[in-house]
């Protein structure tokens, strides 16, 4: 079975300021999918970037980067001039691509983040 | 594009009733996944329903259960309540059998169990 660890349980960075959020994770397999989700207080769960494991090169949306390290099975998120709408849980989450596997999402425990204006 | 919608927003119960959360799927999505997530804590899978059938189930007992209908939209049917059970309900839809890539999330339902 997969396990996704966020071991960081609060977070907090100065807004225009650079952030880096850490997960790892365990799985035998060699093809899925990581994600980080945010959910604000609204509690909508929105997804903010994706990896792919066959995918060296990190991905990349605006001010979030990833840094992807598959042979460690670190997957840490890193926002770039936080902006006070960051603020929220930030949830690292796994998914099999293997054949025949259902889609089902592995969410780590989650890591609340406060930006201070 | 409508997006996934969850009715109701909140609800309370008794426990030892039984309860009924709705989903509709994003328009184009035949796969729909259902999570509890209790306060600070990150989404557990309930189970996985693709066109109709169920396609996975996690480590819930079996008075969850849920159906799926042909507009795709799902049912979470939970019997039996339990004071534990009072979580935010999520449900999640993705296109293709394996789910596509990327699941798009609801707003949730709030379940309160006294």
């Known amino acids: 079975a997969q396990t996704v660890t966020q071991s960081q349980p609060e977070m907090s960075v100065q807004e225009a300021e650079t952030v880096t959020l850490s997960c790892t994770y365990d799985?035998?397999?060699?093809?899925?999918?990581l994600f980080w989700y945010k959910q604000p207080p609204s509690r909508q769960m929105i997804l903010v970037i994706r990896?792919?494991?066959?995918?060296?090169q990190n991905a990349t949306e605006n001010r979030f980067s990833v840094n992807f390290q598959k042979a460690a099975k670190s997957f840490s998120l890193k926002i770039s001039d936080s902006q006070l709408g960051d603020a929220a849980m930030y949830f690292c989450?796994?998914?099999?691509?293997?054949?025949?596997?259902?889609?089902?999402?592995?969410f780590g425990k989650g890591i609340t983040l406060s930006v201070r204006p | 594009e409508t997006g996934v919608t969850q009715s109701p927003t909140h609800l309370i119960k008794t426990r030892g009733q039984q309860v009924t959360l709705r989903c509709s799927s994003q328009?184009?999505?035949?796969?729909v996944s259902w999570y509890q997530q209790a306060l600070g804590q990150g989404p557990q899978f309930i189970f996985q329903?693709?066109?109709?059938?169920?396609?996975g189930r996690g480590n819930f007992p079996p008075r969850f259960s849920g159906l799926q209908f042909p507009n795709y939209s799902s049912e979470l049917n939970v019997n039996a309540l339990e004071l534990d059970d009072s979580a935010l309900y999520l449900c999640?839809?993705?296109?293709?059998?394996?789910?596509?890539?990327?699941?798009?999330f609801g707003p949730g339902t709030r379940l309160t169990v006294l």
């Open positions: 328009s184009g999505h035949n796969t």
């Open positions: 999640a839809s993705s296109p293709g059998g394996s789910g596509g890539a990327e699941q798009f």
């Open positions: 989450a796994y998914r099999s691509r293997q054949t025949g596997a259902n889609s089902k999402l592995t």
């Open positions: 329903y693709y066109r109709e059938e169920e396609n």
């Open positions: 799985t035998s397999e060699s093809d899925y999918y």
């Open positions: 990896q792919e494991a066959y995918k060296q």
